[in-house]
């Protein structure tokens, strides 16, 4: 079993708490570290877990771990841990894990869930487009399609993101999240391969002869940022832009998202001021 085997490795360094008598890395935790990766995995799917569950109208709950301890790990060592999806049957779906420490495998192992009804606890079929998703990643296929679009075709959905990011989760004015820009301006819109709604973004045209486009309400579902979503849409309107003609997009980036955009080569331009009680920084990018 080699890392190349592995689309997704979740990686993480061993804390002093999680060292044994024996100076490595006590037996149990391993299970931990597979837990915690599987959580991450979904992350990387772009499936949140609870809202995919109730839109399935099912469950999950293990049906076996199992873990082969080869070498130990101690404390500080940087690890990786592997998940893989390997097979479904009639209601089970079977995982394969494994934890390296560089390229030398540690420990391997499978996880066999059970996919259940959600009121009876009953197991049933496990749903064709949940497996087909697991399947896809597996296959290293995309996990997001983004669709631009106007308002009118894609503003519901992108409203609900934006409301619980910036009203109910950083605490934004509803009365200065929403204004009459969307109607004119040029959205984006990722949906999951179930086809749930999990990040937006909007590009509104340049205000004259001489200024930039702008790219604004950027937002990704809480427990998928990480997943290269933002990235996705954020390609998507520079493309857009590019298309039409626009020499060179600004946006206003939350400080803590400051690294995201200049990862994207976006560069900064003047200084860091306040927006709606948030610190922000104006950067510009061409298309």
Do not use: C
């Amino acid at each position: 079993m080699k890392r190349s085997e592995f689309r997704f490795l979740d990686p993480l360094r061993v804390r002093w708490a999680e060292v044994d008598m024996q100076k490595v890395v006590f037996n149990g935790h391993y299970l931990m570290y597979v837990d915690t990766a599987m959580g991450n995995y979904w992350r990387a799917l772009a499936l949140p877990y609870e809202a995919t569950l109730a839109a399935l109208g099912g469950d999950l709950f293990v049906r076996k771990s199992t873990l082969e301890y080869l070498a130990p790990a101690g404390y500080d060592d940087a690890l990786d841990v592997g998940i893989r999806f390997e097979s479904a049957g009639t209601s089970s779906l079977r995982f394969v894990a494994a934890v390296f420490r560089g390229e030398e495998l540690l420990v391997h192992g499978e996880i066999v869930y059970v996919w259940t009804d959600a009121a009876t606890r009953r197991p049933q079929p496990a749903p064709a487009a949940l497996v087909d998703a697991f399947r896809a990643h597996a296959a290293g296929e995309a996990m997001v399609r983004v669709s631009v679009g106007g308002w009118s075709e894609l503003g519901a959905e992108a409203q609900a993101i934006r409301t619980a990011v910036f009203v109910d989760e950083q605490k934004v004015p509803l009365a200065l999240e929403r204004d009459a820009a969307d109607l004119v301006a040029v959205h984006a819109l990722a949906r999951n391969r179930l086809g749930l709604a999990v990040g937006t973004g909007r590009l509104l045209a340049a205000g004259g002869p001489g200024h930039p486009a702008r790219i604004g309400r950027m937002a990704v579902s809480r427990g998928l940022r990480g997943a290269n979503i933002g990235r996705e849409l954020l390609e998507a309107l520079m493309a857009t832009a590019g298309r039409r003609g626009d020499r060179e997009v600004m946006l206003h980036a939350q400080v803590s998202a400051i690294g995201f955009y200049r990862r994207a080569g976006f560069l900064a331009h003047g200084e860091p001021f306040d927006e709606a009680g948030i610190g922000h920084l104006e950067m510009r990018r061409r298309p």
